[in-house]
C-alpha cells in the first residue's frame, strides 16, 4: 500500500530534551517536506526537500532541522524543543515530475506536546 | 497576510442542500490549486485539483478565477459524510501553501 509513514504518533516531552520524528515514503517520491498545524494558521512549511542532500527551509524552520541521506526518509530533528513547538506535524511526499497539480500525500500525524 | 485566506465558518446545512465557499489568494505566480479535506486533525487528503477552466467531480464543482485570485467550491445534494473541514491549497507540489480551512457540517 501507497503510505507516507510517521512516528510517533503521540510525543510529550519537555523542555530542551531532543528528539526525532520519523517520516519514511514508499512511493520513490522525490519531494518530502514538513509542516506543522495550529488552531487558526492552518498547515504551514517547515522545511521541503526535492530529492537526496538537497534540503531548503520553508516558512517557519525556526528550531527545526531536517536531514535527507535515502531518498523514502525524512527525519525532522528538535534540538531543543520549546513549548511554542507544541504542534500538530505532518509529513508530505510527491512525485515531483514537475507537472502541474501532484498530488501530495500526507502521513497520519505526530501531536507533540513540549511541557 | 496570509498567502491564501478562507471563510472559517461553519456552515451547518441540512442533507441534501448545496453549499459553497471560497478562498483568495495572494500570490499571482502560483500555479496549481487544489482543494484538501481534512476530518478532525487527520491528515489532509486531495479532494480535487482545480483547473482554469473550471472542473467537477460528482457532486463538488471547483473553479479558478486567475483574474480575481480566487477558488471556489460548491458541494451539491451533501451528505453527512461530506462534513469535515476543507482545505483551499495553492503550489507549487513541493511547497503548499494552505488557508486555514472552512469547516462544513452536515445534520441529517
Known amino acids: 500500500e501507497a503510505q507516507v509513514t510517521q512516528n510517533p504518533r503521540y510525543l510529550i516531552t519537555v523542555t530542551g530534551k531532543k528528539l526525532t520524528v520519523t517520516c519514511s515514503q514508499n512511493?520513490?517520491?522525490?519531494?518530502m517536506s514538513w509542516y506543522r498545524q495550529d488552531p487558526g494558521l492552518g498547515l504551514r512549511q517547515i522545511y521541503y526537500?526535492?530529492?537526496?542532500?538537497?534540503?531548503d527551509k520553508g516558512d517557519v524552520p525556526e528550531g527545526y532541522k531536517v536531514s535527507r541521506k535515502e531518498k523514502r526518509n525524512f527525519p525532522l530533528i528538535l534540538e531543543s524543543p520549546s513549548p511554542n513547538q507544541t504542534s500538530l506535524y505532518f509529513c508530505?511526499?510527491?512525485?515531483?515530475?514537475?507537472?502541474?497539480?501532484?498530488?501530495?500525500?500526507f502521513g497520519q500525524g505526530t501531536r507533540l506536546t513540549v511541557v | 497576510r496570509k498567502e491564501v485566506e478562507q471563510d472559517p465558518g461553519p456552515f451547518n446545512v441540512p442533507e441534501g442542500a448545496t453549499v459553497a465557499f471560497n478562498c483568495t489568494y495572494s500570490?499571482?505566480?502560483?500555479?496549481?490549486f487544489f482543494w484538501y479535506r481534512q476530518d478532525c486533525r487527520k491528515e489532509p487528503k486531495l479532494l480535487m485539483s482545480?483547473?482554469?477552466s473550471g472542473n467537477e467531480d460528482g457532486r463538488f464543482t471547483a473553479q479558478l478565477n486567475r483574474a480575481s485570485q480566487y477558488i471556489s467550491l460548491l458541494i451539491r445534494d451533501s451528505k453527512l459524510s461530506d462534513s469535515a473541514t476543507y482545505l483551499c491549497?495553492?503550489?507549487?507540489?513541493?511547497?503548499?501553501?494552505f488557508g486555514a480551512g472552512t469547516t462544513v457540517t452536515v445534520r441529517a
Open positions: 508530505a511526499s510527491s512525485s515531483g515530475t514537475g507537472s502541474m497539480n501532484t498530488e501530495a500525500f
Open positions: 512511493m520513490n517520491h522525490e519531494y
Open positions: 526537500s526535492m530529492n537526496v542532500e538537497v534540503t
Open positions: 500570490n499571482s505566480a502560483s500555479q496549481s
Open positions: 482545480v483547473y482554469s
Open positions: 491549497v495553492t503550489g507549487p507540489d513541493y511547497k503548499l501553501s
